[in-house]
C-alpha cells in the first residue's frame, strides 16, 4: 500500500511515521523544508487542554504518545517536562483553576493548585500579588522542527507542491504525478487551496526568543486570560505566554489575529504582546530578545482539528486545522487515521474531529 | 526631527557628517562607540583627516548607541538602559563592515582573535608587550595590524599572506600606479622591518590547552608550526548590510546598492562606505563627501573622478586578496562554525539548505544573529543569509516594545 501525504510539518510528518509501522509505503511532499511552516513558528506545546471534552481526549491521548515517543527521540528535539503552569491573576481566574483542578483530577491528569505564595515561589519573577496557579506537572515543551525531522528520517520526502488532488493521484508543481492508495492533506493553512470549502483560517501569530538566561524561568506560564482571549475566534488578542527553553532562552507569545495575510512583524501587535508579558513578569522587560518572528496557525470554528475522511472521496484523508496545538496533537492525529485506515477502534472517538461535522461553536 | 540622520561615525560617517553640517544641514549622528573613528581610527581620531574640519563644525553626536528597529522615517536607538526614537528627512548609512572570520580547527580557542580585533582589544587595555604574536589572514590590514601591534611592544612571529605570491606581485605592479598608497605600504614596510612576511600561507590549525599555544601554517607542500601567546586571524571584510536590509535597501552580493549620489534603492536613504563594498578608508571618504553633499542636493560630480580611481585601487585589492578555495576544506568534523550555538562543521556538512541548517542546527540562530557565521557559511556552502527582522540587533525587550508603538506615532 501506499500513502502520499502532503506537507512536512509535524501533522504531515506523524502521520508518514505511523503510517509507515502500518507498513505503508510513504513519499511526503512538501514545497518547504522539512518543519517549516507552523512547526517551526509554533512553540512546541505538549500541553493537555480542557477547552471542550473533544479536546481533552485529543490533548490528553496525544501527550502520553510524546511520553512514549520521547524515549526514542534525538536530544535535538529537546523535550523538556518543564510542566505548565497556569497564571490566576485574580479571584475570577482562582475558581477557574478550582474547576480545572476539579476537571482533571477526576480524569487521572497530574495537577495541583498553588496558592499566591506557593506560586511566587515556583516563579520568582512572577509580579508579586497573583492570586495563584494551576500546575500541570505532566506538559512540557519540545523543538518541534527536530522532532519533524526525526519523525521522517526514514520516509521519502519530495520538495514539491501538490497542484491538484485526484482520486488515488496526485499532481506536482513540476507537472509530475504520483500514485497512491491513500493521499493525507496536512499541510496546515494551505489545504484550503486543494479544499477552498474547508472552514479554514490563517491565525497570525508572533513570537520573541531571548538570549540565554538559565532558570530564570521554571515552567511553562500561562495565563487564565489565555482562555478569553484564545476563546475568541473573531477578534485580534494577546495573552502572556512564556516558556524556558532547554537552551536556557525564554520564549515569548502569544498574539493571535485573524485576516492577517502577510508575515511581516506586526508592531503594535507585538508590542501589545510584550507588554502584557510585562504585566506578568516586570522583569522580562530588562532581558535581551534577540529575534522575532510570526507564523500562522489554520483555525477552525470550533477550535477542533480536521481529522478524517475528505468529503467526496474514498482515498482522500484530512489532518489539519490544529490551530496552536499542532505540535500537541499531532501523534494522536496521526493514530486516529492510522485507526481509520486499517478499520480499528481508536482509544478516542473519532467523530468531533470528522471534515463532515457542524463546526458550530459556543 | 533632524535634517539629517547619519548611522556610524567611521570615515564614512564623519566625511559625511561633517560635510552636511559644513552645507548648513542640521546633523544628528549616531554611533556605537564611545568617541568617533570607526573600526579603524578607533581612539585615534586626533590628527586623522577630517579631525580638523570635524573640531569646527557643530553636530549632535549621540555615542555607545545603536540602531534597534526602523520604522518609516524614524528609528529606535538603545543608549544603555535608555531607548528613544529620532525622526529623520533624510538618512545616511555608514555602518562600515566587520571582519570576515573563515572557520578553521582551533579558532575558537582563547588568544585567537581577528586582526583589527585583537587591535582593538589592545586599545582597550590588553597588554601586548613582549607577547609572542602572529598576524594571518590576508589583505592589507594585516600590515596595519602588524605594524600597531609592534609599536605597542608585540614580538611579531610572522605574518602569514595566504595569497600566493605570483599574485601579490601582480598586485605590486599595479600598486605604481596609486603612489600614495605606494608610499602607505613603504611605510608600514620600514615599520616592520625584520618581521617575516610570509606570503602563500596559512593557518591550518590552532591547538593548545585551554588557550592557544601552537599554530600550525601551510606554505604549498609543507607546513611548520610556532608556538604564539596570540593570533590575529581574518581573511579581510565583509559589509555590514543589516541595517540597510532594514530599511528596505536593495543588497547585492559585494554590499548596498547605490547609486552615483549614494542613494540607496529606497528614496532618501543614503549609504556611504564599506557597507556599499568593501573599498578601504579613502574611498569611504569619498563616499561619505559624496553622500553628505547628495544630501544637502549640492553637486557631487567634481569627486567622481576621485572615486572612480579609489575604486579601482579597491576593486585590485579584493580580487587579489578574496580568500583562496582552498580555505573551505580546513574544517575538520568537530570544527565549531556557529560559535553562538556550537554547530559543528560535520553538522552542517550534511543540511541541504541554510533554512534546513537553521532549524535543524539553530545555526545563526543565537545572539550574534548570524553576523558571524553567516558569512562563513556563504563562503563554505553557499549558502545566502538571513533576512533582518527586528531587533537589528539584540536589545532590552523594553526597547523593543518601545520601538514597536513608535511607529503609530511616527
Known amino acids: ?362 | 526631527m533632524t535634517d539629517l540622520l547619519i548611522i556610524g561615525a567611521g570615515p564614512a560617517g564623519i566625511a559625511a557628517a561633517v560635510t552636511a553640517a559644513e552645507q548648513g544641514a542640521s546633523v544628528t549622528v549616531i554611533d556605537d562607540n564611545h568617541a568617533p573613528g570607526g573600526q579603524i581610527w578607533r581612539g585615534e581620531f586626533h590628527g586623522k583627516p577630517w579631525y580638523d574640519r570635524f573640531q569646527k563644525v557643530k553636530l549632535n553626536i549621540i555615542s555607545d548607541a545603536r540602531v534597534i528597529a526602523v520604522h518609516g522615517n524614524a528609528v529606535v536607538i538603545e543608549q544603555g538602559a535608555a531607548a528613544r526614537t529620532i525622526h529623520w528627512n533624510k538618512v545616511i548609512l555608514a555602518t562600515g563592515a566587520r571582519e570576515l572570520f573563515l572557520p578553521f580547527p582551533g579558532w575558537t580557542l582563547p588568544g585567537v582573535t581577528g586582526v583589527g580585533g585583537l587591535q582593538a582589544l589592545v586599545k582597550s587595555g590588553l597588554v601586548i608587550r613582549n607577547k609572542r604574536v602572529a598576524v594571518a589572514g590576508s589583505g592589507p590590514l594585516l600590515l596595519a595590524a602588524a605594524a600597531y601591534l609592534r609599536a605597542k611592544g608585540a614580538d611579531l612571529v610572522m605574518i602569514a599572506e595566504q595569497v600566493p605570491t605570483a599574485a601579490l606581485m601582480r598586485f605590486g605592479m599595479e600598486l605604481r600606479k596609486h603612489p600614495k598608497k605606494l608610499k602607505q605600504a613603504a611605510a608600514l614596510q620600514l615599520q616592520l622591518l625584520g618581521v617575516p612576511y610570509v606570503r602563500d600561507c596559512y593557518v591550518e590549525h590552532a591547538t593548545g590547552k585551554g588557550k592557544l599555544e601552537t599554530l600550525q601554517f601551510r606554505q604549498g607542500s609543507k607546513t611548520f608550526t610556532e608556538e604564539v601567546d596570540y593570533a590575529a586571524i581574518a581573511y579581510g571584510f565583509t559589509p555590514e548590510t543589516e541595517l540597510a536590509a532594514a530599511f528596505g535597501c536593495e543588497i547585492l552580493a559585494h554590499g548596498v546598492w547605490v547609486d552615483k549620489r549614494q542613494q540607496t534603492s529606497i528614496q532618501n536613504v543614503y549609504c556611504a562606505g564599506e557597507s556599499t563594498g568593501i573599498g578601504g578608508v579613502d574611498v569611504a571618504l569619498l563616499e561619505g563627501e559624496l553622500a553628505g553633499l547628495a544630501a544637502c542636493r549640492k553637486p557631487t560630480k567634481h569627486l567622481l573622478p576621485l572615486l572612480a580611481r579609489e575604486q579601482h585601487f579597491a576593486s585590485l585589492l579584493n580580487q587579489t586578496f578574496s580568500p583562496r578555495p582552498g580555505l573551505k576544506h580546513l574544517c575538520t568534523a568537530d570544527t565549531i562554525v556557529c560559535r553562538c550555538e556550537d554547530v559543528t562543521y560535520q553538522v552542517l556538512r550534511q543540511q541541504p539548505d541554510s533554512r534546513t541548517a537553521k532549524l535543524q542546527t539553530r545555526c545563526g540562530m543565537g545572539p550574534c544573529q548570524g553576523r558571524i557565521c553567516g558569512p562563513a557559511n556563504t563562503f563554505l556552502f553557499g549558502w545566502e543569509q538571513g533576512s533582518v527582522r527586528p531587533p537589528i540587533l539584540p536589545a532590552r525587550m523594553a526597547t523593543l516594545a518601545l520601538s514597536m508603538t513608535q511607529e503609530t506615532s511616527s
Open chain 1, 1 to 362: 500500500m501506499r500513502a502520499v501525504i502532503i506537507g512536512a510539518g509535524i501533522v504531515g510528518a506523524a502521520c508518514a511515521y505511523e503510517l509507515q509501522r502500518e507498513g505503508f509505503q510513504v513519499t511526503v511532499c512538501d514545497p518547504g523544508v522539512i518543519g517549516g511552516g507552523a512547526t517551526a513558528a509554533g512553540m512546541g506545546h505538549l500541553a493537555v487542554m480542557d477547552d471542550s471534552p473533544a479536546q481533552f481526549a485529543l490533548t490528553s491521548y496525544s501527550q502520553a504518545l510524546w511520553r512514549e515517543l520521547a524515549e526514542e527521540l534525538p536530544p535535538t528535539a529537546e523535550i523538556l517536562p518543564c510542566g505548565s503552569l497556569w497564571i490566576a491573576a485574580d479571584a475570577e481566574e482562582m475558581a477557574e483553576v478550582h474547576r480545572k483542578f476539579a476537571y482533571y483530577s477526576e480524569r487521572g491528569i497530574p495537577v495541583e493548585v498553588l496558592d499566591s505564595q506557593q506560586l511566587a515561589e515556583a516563579e520568582p519573577h512572577l509580579r508579586p500579588g497573583m492570586a495563584g496557579g494551576l500546575l500541570m506537572s505532566a506538559d512540557g515543551v519540545c523543538y518541534p522542527p527536530c522532532a519533524a525531522e526525526w519523525l521522517l528520517r526514514s520516509v521519502s520526502v519530495i520538495r514539491a507542491r501538490v497542484v491538484r488532488l485526484a482520486e488515488g493521484e496526485v499532481t506536482l508543481d513540476r507537472g509530475s504525478r504520483l500514485e497512491a492508495d491513500v493521499i493525507i492533506v496536512a499541510n496546515g493553512t494551505a489545504a484550503v487551496d486543494l479544499f477552498p470549502d474547508l472552514p479554514l483560517a490563517p491565525r497570525k501569530g508572533h513570537l520573541l526568543i531571548t538570549d540565554r538566561y538559565p532558570g530564570w524561568l521554571r515552567h511553562q506560564l500561562i495565563e487564565l486570560g489565555y482562555l478569553k482571549s484564545a476563546h475568541s475566534t473573531t477578534a485580534d488578542s494577546v495573552a502572556f505566554n512564556a516558556q524556558p527553553r532547554a537552551t536556557g532562552q525564554i520564549l515569548i507569545g502569544s498574539s493571535r489575529q485573524f485576516g492577517a495575510v502577510n508575515g511581516e512583524i506586526d508592531p503594535p501587535m507585538l508590542a501589545r504582546m510584550l507588554q502584557r508579558a510585562f504585566e506578568y513578569m516586570p522583569g522580562l522587560a530588562q532581558l535581551a530578545s534577540i529575534r522575532t518572528w510570526t507564523g500562522f496557525r489554520a483555525a477552525t470554528p470550533d477550535k477542533l482539528p480536521v481529522i478524517g475522511h475528505a468529503p467526496g472521496y474514498s482515498t482522500v484523508y484530512l489532518a489539519t486545522g490544529h490551530e496552536g496545538l499542532g505540535i500537541s496533537t499531532s501523534l494522536a492525529t496521526a493514530k486516529l487515521l492510522a485507526d481509520q485506515l486499517m478499520n480499528r477502534e481508536s482509544r478516542i472517538p473519532r467523530e468531533p474531529y470528522l471534515p463532515g461535522r457542524s463546526y458550530s461553536h459556543d
